[in-house]
């Protein structure tokens, strides 16, 4: 593309091979991207377009990896590629360059979700490859790449499973490889002929020959229409279900955003029958606006760890005029405890805090108590059984009744908002007349908002007026707590 480059991209765009965009376009777009107010400065973010789903998630040689769902040329869900990002502790990203692009047959319109996984061969991605036949019908299969010793993806000539068996649309994707037994499992999100959403499940002794062993069985609830990005890991010997299933009922579980992401903890699984035995109860992975296509993770270094997507299909943010959108979370780690999953940024993001602020007994005079210079920051607040008020982060507004069991984030105040669809506010119930801590991280446009050291979380973003890094409580008693500085370096 030439002169027309800078026109707004649609539909027509949407698979256009990426060498037809000129250097100078990019170059235009990324430094576009670069002085964004928004741009996140502890997320993993675009460097430019568009970036969803997490993908990828391992340790090797010593780094952590991560890939994300990228199409660098704009912010629509165009052509998508992988994009790698490295990091030596989980909060410090490196950009990488992108890792696969979608240049076969297989995966013409796109290279699909997936992730990773180490064995002695080396660093191993699976993805799904999108594309279309001659009717322009979608056609889904999944495929296999093995890092080389230059830290080069190569792909294998053709699809490890070649698409989807008897009886399943080719909305088929999104496959999660794990180790099990001697050999390994892989789960796709899945639907089935009739319109309703399932999980596939593989099994393979080598990594190349894939066998179909049948649905994923997991519950009795109809799964919505489509199944995307499904996860098994295990946290206490427990299996934990994770997936996005689209179109679920509100009678299997209420859910506010427009797609969900769920979870399911299972009492074990069992492989010869391919189930799930669980009490059968769905949450919400995530309380807040925007979260969806977590990936998790059995690190090797035993913990779950987890990252997701903030955003949402079909959902923009204001900074489409600005060429970018989105970004992903904090890698959390997962835990059991008192009968609950628990989420909380992983213990590496302790050291993003820099210059600490205490406040002892803060007033609740609905006065600034804090005014930082950027607004990249954590606020940890101790809440008294008896709260009741409302802390505002530059608009956002944090409304607490504890002696309820209440807390809400609302976030009608604030300038700019993503989808003015989308609901303003959400609510999560804590224990009634419970001590009570917050600990908010808020990255410019992003906030991640972790109750009782991840009992519930609150995930989104927000668009505030610049320069308002400033943190006010009103309410019917004094808190205390402290904040931190976060910095790019
Ligand atoms: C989820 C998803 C996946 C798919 C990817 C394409 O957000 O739709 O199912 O693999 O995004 O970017």
């Not at 492989?271 to 669980?278: F, V």
């Not at 270094?301 to 489409?320: A, K, N, S």
Request: aromatic fraction near 12%; charged fraction near 20%; charge should be negative.
């Amino acid at each position: 593309m030439t002169n027309n480059e800078n026109r707004k991209l649609d539909d027509t765009d949407r698979y256009r091979p990426y060498d037809q965009y000129s250097q100078q376009y990019l170059a235009q777009l990324t430094e576009q991207t670069e002085s964004s107010a928004f741009r996140p400065v502890y997320h993993i973010s675009p460097q430019s377009g568009l970036l969803n789903d997490p993908n990828g998630f391992v340790y090797y040689n010593g780094q952590w990896r991560l890939f994300y769902q990228a199409f660098p040329y704009g912010p629509i869900h165009g052509l998508k590629s992988w994009e790698a990002v490295t990091s030596p502790d989980l909060i410090h990203w490196t950009h990488c360059g992108r890792a696969l692009s979608p240049d076969t047959n297989f995966d013409q319109r796109g290279v699909y979700s997936g992730s990773a996984l180490v064995t002695e061969s080396g660093l191993h991605l699976f993805y799904t490859g999108n594309s279309a036949d001659e009717n322009q019908k979608r056609l889904s299969c999944q495929m296999h790449a093995l890092m080389d010793k230059n830290g080069k993806f190569i792909k294998d000539p053709g699809p490890i499973i070649s698409g989807p068996p008897a009886g399943y649309t080719a909305h088929f994707r999104d496959p999660q490889v794990f180790r099990y037994d001697q050999g390994y499992r892989m789960i796709i999100g899945g639907q089935r002929q009739n319109g309703e959403g399932a999980i596939l499940i593989y099994r393979s002794y080598d990594l190349r020959k894939w066998d179909f062993a049948g649905e994923l069985d997991f519950t009795d609830s109809k799964m919505g229409y489509m199944i995307e990005c499904p996860n098994l890991v295990w946290l206490d010997g427990r299996p934990l279900l994770i997936c996005c299933p689209q179109g679920l009922s509100q009678n299997t579980l209420a859910y506010k955003n427009n797609y969900p992401n769920v979870m399911l903890v299972g009492d074990k699984y069992i492989d010869e029958t391919n189930s799930l035995a669980s009490d059968g109860l769905w949450q919400n992975f995530d309380e807040g606006f925007e979260y969806y296509a977590a990936q998790a993770i059995n690190a090797a270094d035993g913990r779950t760890l987890v990252v997701g997507w903030i955003g949402l299909p079909d959902v923009e943010t204001p900074t489409r005029t600005e060429g970018w959108a989105h970004c992903l979370s904090l890698v959390c780690e997962l835990r059991w405890q008192d009968g609950t999953v628990y989420r909380y940024p992983a213990v590496e993001c302790q050291s993003l805090r820099g210059q600490r602020y205490d406040f002892n007994s803060q007033p609740a005079d609905g006065l600034a108590f804090i005014k930082l210079p950027d607004d990249c920051y954590e606020l940890e607040v101790y809440l008294p059984p008896e709260a009741r008020g409302e802390l505002s982060l530059a608009g956002l507004i944090v409304r607490l009744d504890i002696p309820l069991g209440q807390i809400s984030v609302d976030r009608s105040m604030v300038a700019g908002t993503c989808d003015p669809l989308v609901d303003t506010s959400r609510t999560v119930k804590t224990k009634a007349g419970a001590k009570t801590c917050l600990n908010i991280f808020i990255d410019r446009s992003v906030f991640e908002i972790f109750i009782n050291y991840g009992e519930k979380s609150i995930t989104g973003r927000f668009f505030p007026a610049q320069g308002q890094g400033e943190v006010t409580w009103k309410g019917n008693c004094e808190i205390l707590g402290a904040i931190w500085e976060i910095s790019a370096d």
